[in-house]
């Protein structure tokens, strides 16, 4: 098992996600299941060369059958192989790295495409698992992949291509300035992309490079660093066990399990791990051409993802594949797809695409038109290039509509209560309605309300009686119910009928129960 891998994590600073601390644990201890290859290497070469070579990420790894072996000699940090890919423009440099066989770089028409993928570490031995199976990347092989990429003739520019959550703060520093210090040294671009996640460690070396591209949703950030300590005196305290250090200095257990830290370590490993932080803001700034406050600013966010990148400014844009990031790395050097290969690779004056050079008026007006000067203004006092600011103005444009969005859904929740107040009203109107429908359910009722005589003529029509024959068959409270529905109300409406009838008055007075 790979032991040197979880003690660093315990007891080094390491630029990683802190969700990803678990990961790297689990990695140490890992075993590929899936075969010879394992998923990393797999991906790598599926992913990164486009094609099916197979066996490079092995300890004991072996050409493929069929392909020659060319290049410089093997031995320890020497490239020992350059394999020849399905097409004239593909290749594979593989070199001896650590007594490991490690495929360097892809050589995909004029471009070096370096992978910087699983977790980060200081050498070879400490990214293999126990049967040897890559599950990380070393800076030992990406310092020497850099190195080669630089020198190769037939390369002229280099793209690092980072699926990573980071790792070991140790020598992270001093490879990112390596590997850009060679590739520029050499006249050629640097750029970088990124569809899986660059995190920590891992953007600290990316944010180096020339442009820097990612994925539609890829997440970039967790700058800083992090250290774990144990205390294990509680378990071991249950167990019955007790634990002395014989030492030579008070210091010299600092970070040990078997006992509480105390205030004073506290503090060293504290200032250990802000230095760390600082020389990764710093070099971020740098790279990505911010200031050391904006970068500690955005050092508080985890991650930026897709255009929140690009307006962060620590990316200038976005690409959907890595075959485009490609395809547009070597139209940014005039080579088409990038499927040139030859030609002498260390041309000086070459930069990176005019496209990823700060726009001008004039392209940001023919592309976004005149209508948005705010917008436009602000393009050209950030220095962003066409790509970026295309970026910005989708990302724009889906906040504008984001808001819209919401303000339709509040217009719409307000339009819905007033719909749900206007059918209450209604059911109370058709309540109204389903009453007075059932008052006229009475035939004399009708009849008088229609001004229709009849009945006995012992009473003649009195007053407002619609004409009705006062007396006879309506009865004393149908006259009450016919004044009501004229509008009166009810004391009226008993005292009219009481004129009206008389003797209608006297019979409904009778009828009704006698207080005792």
Same mark, same amino acid.
């Given at each position: ?211 820097m591209l990612i994925g ?98 620590? /990316?200038?844009?976005? =690409? +959907? ?5 490609? @395809?547009?790395? !070597? *139209?940014?050097? %005039?080579?088409?797809? #990038? ?48 790509d970026a600011a295309k ?9 504008n509509l984001k808001a ?39 035939? /004399?009722?009708?009849? =008088? +309300? ?5 009945? @006995?003529?012992? !009473? *003649?029509?009195? %007053?407002?009686?619609? #004409? ?49």
């Amino acid at each position: 098992m790979n032991t040197r891998l979880i003690g660093r994590a315990a007891s080094e600073p390491v630029m990683l996600r802190a969700s990803e601390h678990a990961l790297l644990m689990k990695l140490a201890l890992h075993h590929h299941t899936d075969g010879g290859e394992g998923t990393l290497g797999l991906r790598a070469h599926v992913m990164l060369e486009m094609a099916g070579i197979k066996g490079a990420a092995n300890k004991k790894a072996k050409l493929a059958a069929g392909r020659e072996a060319t290049g410089g000699q093997a031995g320890a940090g020497k490239v020992k192989a350059s394999t020849a890919g399905p097409s004239p423009d593909r290749a594979w440099v593989v070199a001896a790295v650590g007594g490991y066989e490690t495929l360097l770089y892809s050589r995909i028409g004029s471009i070096a495409v370096i992978p910087v993928m699983g977790v980060l570490d200081l050498r070879e031995g400490d990214v293999r698992d126990s049967e040897g199976l890559s599950i990380g990347t070393s800076y030992e092989s990406l310092k020497l992949a850099a190195m080669n990429a630089a020198a190769d003739p037939m390369v002229a520019g280099v793209m690092l291509y980072v699926d990573s959550p980071g790792g070991a703060a140790v020598m992270c520093g001093a490879t990112a300035k390596l590997i850009a210090g060679a590739v520029k040294a050499a006249g050629k671009p640097l750029w970088a992309y990124s569809d899986g996640g660059c995190y920590s460690a891992a953007l600290y070396i990316a944010s180096q490079s020339d442009v820097m591209l990612i994925g539609e949703n890829t997440g970039v950030g967790s700058i800083g660093c992090i250290m774990y300590a144990v205390d294990e005196t509680a378990y071991w305290a249950n167990e019955g066990v007790r634990v002395e250090a014989i030492k030579s200095n008070e210091m010299k257990d600092i970070g040990s399990p078997y006992r509480a830290m105390t205030a004073e370590e506290r503090k060293l490993l504290q200032e250990r791990v802000d230095a760390e932080a600082t020389a990764f803001i710093e070099a971020v700034a740098a790279g990505r051409k911010l200031s050391t406050e904006q970068v500690r600013v955005l050092s508080a966010t985890p991650e930026f993802v897709g255009a929140d990148a690009v307006n962060a400014k620590i /990316v200038q844009g976005v =690409a +959907l594949s890595v075959e485009e990031a490609i @395809s547009r790395f !070597a *139209a940014s050097m %005039g080579r088409g797809n #990038g499927q040139q290969s030859g030609g002498p690779a260390a041309r000086k004056g070459t930069s990176a695409s005019k496209t990823m050079e700060p726009a001008s008026l004039a392209d940001l007006k023919a592309a976004f038109g005149g209508n948005d000067p705010a917008f436009l203004l602000e393009c050209m006092e950030d220095g962003l290039s066409l790509d970026a600011a295309k970026a910005k103005h989708n990302a724009k444009s889906f906040e504008n509509l984001k808001a819209e969005k919401e303000t339709l859904g509040k217009e719409l929740t307000a339009a819905r209560a007033e719909l749900a107040d206007v059918q209450q009203k209604l059911t109370a109107v058709e309540t109204d309605l389903k009453d007075a429908k059932a008052k006229l359910e009475s035939p /004399v009722i009708k009849r =008088a +309300l229609l001004g229709v005589t009849g009945g @006995s003529p012992k !009473a *003649a029509p009195v %007053g407002d009686a619609g #004409g009705a024959g006062a007396g006879g068959s309506m009865a004393f409270t149908d006259r009450i119910a016919m004044h009501q529905l004229q509008g009166k109300n009810f004391i009226k409406a008993v005292a009219d009928a009481k004129v009206e009838d008389r003797e209608g008055w006297g019979d409904w007075q009778a009828s009704r129960p006698k207080a005792r």
